[in-house]
């Protein structure tokens, strides 16, 4: 059965601080994808990433950074120098790679940015 | 381009009533998706339909939960009778497909807060 785990419920950062958002994920299946989406006060789900298992490299998109290790099923998220527009919930999600794509995801972790 | 549409945006209804809610996709996704968010918890998938076949339905309470998509774009879910756990976030998302050589990211709508009394 598929999996994903963000032990971190709520986490409270000071602006221009840099923090990390953990996502553990279970799987058999040997091709799956991993994505992080967020989540604003307004509700709708935004995109961020998406990764495949074979490819392991890390991902730098401006201050958002992405660390995936198939050795211990994480595929972190962090923010460099948080800003108060960060604040939001960050969903993990996991689906198979092949047949039906059907996204699992995780119970996200609130980030609150003070300014 | 044009995102989700959903609506209506909030619902209140009392227990043992129904309620429907629509959504419209972006224009060219083969694939819809509806899930059920409730406060504090990730979106859980209710059904995906591929154009205007379900693919996955396995977690749609079906005694109680409908959902269509006859011309294959957009989109009802209804509830009827409505139950207090029924009480949530209904997202719609939609991506280019479901299946088959590689992926696409899924495109949320901004969904329905669901009340129920």
Not at chain 2, 64 to 86: C, H, M, N, W, Y
Request: aromatic residues 12%; hydrophobic residues 35%.
């Amino acid at each position: 059965a598929q999996k994903v785990t963000q032990a971190q419920t709520e986490i409270s950062v000071v602006e221009k601080e840099d923090v990390t958002l953990d996502c553990v994920y279970e799987t058999r299946d040997t091709t799956y994808y991993l994505f992080w989406y967020k989540q604003p006060p307004s509700g709708e789900l935004v995109f961020l990433i998406r990764r495949n298992s074979f490819d392991e490299q890390n991902e730098i998109s401006g201050r958002y950074s992405w660390n995936f290790q198939k050795s211990t099923s994480s595929f972190n998220f962090t923010i460099t120098a948080s800003q108060v527009v960060d604040s939001a919930v960050y969903f993990c999600a996991l689906t198979k790679g092949s047949g039906t794509y059907k996204y699992i995801f995780g119970t996200g972790t609130r980030l609150k940015v003070l300014a | 381009e044009a995102g989700v549409a959903q609506s209506p945006r909030y619902k209140i209804i009392e227990k043992r009533q129904s309620v429907a809610f629509w959504c419209n996709p972006i224009s060219g996704h083969a694939t819809l998706y509806w899930y059920q968010q409730i406060l504090g918890q990730g979106p859980k998938l209710l059904i995906q339909f591929q154009n205007n076949g379900v693919v996955d339905d396995s977690q749609l309470p079906k005694d109680r939960f409908s959902a269509e998509r006859l011309k294959g774009v957009d989109s009802t879910l209804k509830i009827q009778p409505a139950k207090l756990e029924d009480s949530a976030v209904y997202l719609c998302a939609s991506s280019l497909r479901a299946a088959g050589v590689g992926i696409n990211e899924q495109f949320f709508g901004p969904g329905t807060r669901l009340t129920v009394l």
